[in-house]
């Protein structure tokens, strides 16, 4: 495992690809995206859907189906290049050791059949990270109370728990590990607005008591406020926008990332909602230059070229051609 002594960040990832071969073409569902992510903070990751959002996961993860075309680029993960090990030491030594995720749906990612105690002891077992069951079990009771789990709810099946703590269950189960990045996937889509907020008050606890590194996928921007430390714009397969969540809420540069903040009620002032027009390009085939071009109410000439990721500003990146 390669390492770089001037990495500052705990995870880098440089020009990643992932496309997938289909019976229609090839599906480009990452394309060149970089960006770095220090240690300690939370990346929103919000775009609309099918942009590529999950896909990045997965390709940060490796997890990836079957029908992969093209997986490349660069990942670091605190220094450690993780594209050169293969397949099999990436699963012992990395996945679900130093990186986790947090699927979507929690009940179709536990089993259920298995006791959730079993199910949330059990990457510690795999890996190896303990050396007896009674020390796994300690470790999952501690991730169970860590997450607002009663522990009298360890020996019940996933069936028989709420959404809310199916949700918590796949939580713990991403921390037992005591990974150095957690990747969650819409881990508060599906369900109502009280047990959301209840999920975002449990991430932004274990945010301060362990400083854990979250990379938060969603589409809810509004939500996501509470528990964001950078964001980042995703648009047809690209990063369009990258910079601190400050930054990205109050006054963002990219004209997609301006029509997503304008179509977000706010209650401290009363303003029209925006909308934006037309439909995301189909990554079977995407345009040329600009791929937010055909929807974007500032283009002009220089659109019909690719515009090259651009810092703007200290820590802020823009895919656009009005702020090169």
């Keep these: 495992m390669r390492k770089t002594s001037s990495d500052s960040a705990l995870l880098r990832i440089e020009g990643l690809r992932l496309h997938f071969k289909t019976m229609r073409g090839t599906v480009q569902a990452v394309d060149d995206v970089t960006f770095s992510l220090n240690r300690g903070r939370t990346l929103v990751v919000v775009g609309e859907s099918g942009c590529g959002k999950s896909s990045l996961a997965r390709g940060i993860l490796r997890l990836l189906p079957r029908n992969v ?3 490349s680029g660069k990942i670091y993960l605190n220094g450690d290049e993780l594209m050169c090990l293969t397949d099999e030491r990436f699963r012992r030594e990395v996945r679900w050791v130093r990186m986790s995720m947090v699927p979507q749906a929690a009940m179709n990612s536990l089993n259920p059949v298995v006791r959730v105690e079993d199910q949330v002891a059990e990457p510690l077992l795999v890996h190896k990270c303990v050396t007896t069951r009674e020390e796994a079990y300690e470790r999952a009771r501690e991730a169970f109370r860590m997450v607002g789990v009663p522990l009298d709810f360890m020996t019940r099946y996933p069936f028989e728990l709420s959404g ?8 713990a189960m991403a921390l037992v590990t005591d990974p150095e ?8 889509s599906a369900l109502d607005l009280l047990t959301q907020a209840n999920i975002m008050n449990v991430l932004k606890q274990i945010k301060k008591d362990i400083g854990v590194t979250f990379i938060l996928i969603t589409h809810d921007i509004a939500t996501s406020s509470e528990l964001a430390d950078d964001a980042a714009v995703m648009y047809a397969g690209q990063l369009v926008e990258f910079c601190d969540a400050g930054r990205f809420y109050l006054d963002p540069l990219h004209p997609y990332s301006r029509g997503l903040m304008g179509s977000v009620p706010t209650l401290w002032e009363r303003k029209d909602l925006m909308f934006i027009p037309g439909q995301p390009p189909s990554l079977l085939d995407p345009p040329k230059g600009c791929r937010f071009a055909e929807r974007c109410p500032d283009r002009f000439d220089k659109c019909e070229e690719e515009p090259p990721l651009t810092e703007v500003d200290v820590g802020h990146w823009v895919k656009c051609w009005l702020h090169r």
């Design 181 to 188: 990045l957690v990747v969650l996937d819409e881990p508060t």
């Design 164 to 171: 809310g703590m199916r949700q918590r269950v796949a939580l």
């Design 69 to 71: 075309e093209t997986y």
